[in-house]
């Protein structure tokens, strides 16, 4: 797609994603800040772009994901900085707070392994291979060429299915 076409149909979409923005920051500056970020990163895609498909959703789908990664950007980066005994002690305190149970957080783990295990294989070895890093195209090489949306599709299957497991299981659990 030529920069120009490009850049008119990214202007219709200017005022949906600087609401979007502003509805996953709660934030105005910030917001600013994710849209310009989503339009630098979208121009810099230009060309992975495919003409006639949806805009608006592969523009969103940028935002979305350049959201979650500075999320977690910076919760890593608040977590790992502790430059003063102040900051220290106050992080230690926030901790002492809360006091875990390791017995129930083992029983939690074991049971998502279980259920994780209980999936069919064709469920289960892409949901893994996802869940440890794989990409799509890499696991789809391992399982023989299937097609990408297979892949997907196996993979959410997968996920829904665990999801309303262990939603089960925890209700059990409760009761």
Do not use: C
């Not at 959703?57 to 102040?86: H, P, V």
């Not at 990408?148 to 829904?160: E, V, Y």
Request: proline share 1%.
């Amino acid at each position: 797609m030529e920069k120009q076409r490009f850049i008119e149909n990214f202007e219709k979409y200017s005022s949906f994603l600087r609401g979007y923005a502003y509805s996953l920051t709660k934030d105005s500056a910030d917001a600013q800040d994710l849209y310009q970020e989503t339009a630098l990163k979208s121009f810099k895609a230009i060309k992975s772009f495919t003409v006639n498909t949806n805009m608006k959703g592969w523009l969103s789908m940028i935002m979305k994901n350049t959201f979650i990664n500075n999320y977690r950007k910076k919760k890593r980066q608040n977590t790992a900085l502790d430059s003063s005994l102040e900051s220290y002690i106050l992080n230690n305190y926030a901790q002492s707070e809360v006091m875990y149970n390791d017995g129930e957080m083992n029983i939690y783990v074991d049971n998502i392994l279980e259920e994780i295990e209980a999936l069919k294989d064709q469920y289960r070895i892409p949901f893994l291979m996802s869940y440890n890093g794989y990409k799509y195209k890499e696991i789809q090489k391992v399982l023989g060429g299937l097609p990408l949306g297979t892949i997907k599709s196996r993979i959410h299957s997968a996920r829904k299915t665990l999801q309303t497991k262990i939603k089960y299981r925890q209700q059990e659990l409760a009761a």
